[in-house]
């Protein structure tokens, strides 16, 4: 029914390959491209032979995704490159007409800042060429986001407050590192956090609210509240919304690796001198630690990720608590990847999916939870994120 090229060849573009190539009745044909034309050749020999064509693409250079997008006639774009890249892919898709998606917001090299605001401003450009820009189409965003939208269309007459709870108990064996991009991951981890409460967004310290949650199917964790984008497009599409929080949890291991790291300031983002040259010590750390995509085949144990919404429905109290857990080593059996970058590359694909159905339709620069959320969580189910429902006293 279409041709997808799928921007970025890490451990989600891969999952995303594997994914669209097993749903080839929607995505008739495939392209992967990458700054590391290594990496798509890598990605490509795990599938059958013209299962996937590849191609080298700067995806800092607008003209030269155009060029890429013109060339081989696509009709949508999956961005899972680098945030930083958002702009550039969205300017391209505009340049050449073409439907895009992403799963992460905005994020500027030279800032830890994440927000929609310059996502949000092509809103109209995307309008008048009649095209769809689907943001955050992971899992958080996205999946969070559609189990929100879920919850207040068949829960809810009005959610008051929201908890998004990530919990990755998985282990890969090593002293440390990061199970998606390093300088991502880093970053949003060691910024202050922020939660929204009547009205208002209220910023803490790095880790400096800690609850303990009991994951089904897991246990008990350390959960800390972080800044996730997310929790800005709900604040504005979520009725009678009063608090949204983010938790996610982490290993005494992770925070004081993390903590030396950002003392000694290995985790910086601003240029540096080195022996006469400019190195940023950040970029520096990630040539260090072990690469994300490499992690599957070692990585034991569980995701758990979900929401917990608590209002009113026909006058009564009500909270819910909506959860999708994903085993580590199943997911490298089915696409050689570990949970993180398949619970984040299989909606990419799902999104993808229901925009080329026609299932989701829209023109502008639209998040998740502004479509219908039924057939998104039908998918789930069906294409390897099974989800459940507990009602909570």
Partial sequence: MAHVLIIGAGGVGRVVTHKCVM???????????SRRLSSCETI??????????????????TDELADLITKIGAQ??????????????????LKTNTPYLDTANYEHPDEAKFEYKEQWAKHEA????????????GFDPGVTNVFCAYAQKHYFDE?????????????????????FNPEINLREVSANGRYWEEGKWIETKPMEIKMVWDYP????????????????SLV????????????MTFGESYLTHMKCLENVGMLGIKEVEHKGQKIVPMEFLRTLLPDPATLGPRTKGLTNIGIVAEGIKDGQKKKIY???????EKCYAEVKSQGVSYTTGVPAMIGAKLMIEGKWSAKGVFNMEEFDPDIFMDELNKQGLPWQIKELD
């Fill in 159 to 179: 959610i008051h407050t929201i908890d998004i709870l990530d919990c990755n108990a998985g282990d890969h064996g090593y002293a440390f590192a990061t199970n």
């Fill in 236 to 247: 504005k599409h979520i009725k009678g919304l009063k608090r949204i929080r983010f938790f």
């Fill in 44 to 61: 490509a020999k795990e599938l059958p032979s013209d299962a996937v064509n590849i191609a080298q693409v700067d995806a800092d250079n």
């Fill in 217 to 232: 199917e897991v246990g008990p964790k350390d959960s800390y509240l972080l800044y996730h984008e997310e929790m800005e």
């Fill in 126 to 137: 995307f309008k008048e060429k009649g095209l769809l820009a689907l943001l955050g189409s």
């Fill in 23 to 33: 749903n080839k009745e929607t995505f008739t044909k495939i392209t992967l491209a």
């Fill in 76 to 93: 949508l774009v999956i961005n899972v490159a680098l945030p930083y890249q958002d702009l550039t892919i969205m300017d391209a898709c």
């Fill in 322 to 328: 909506i959860y999708q857990v994903s085993d580590h």
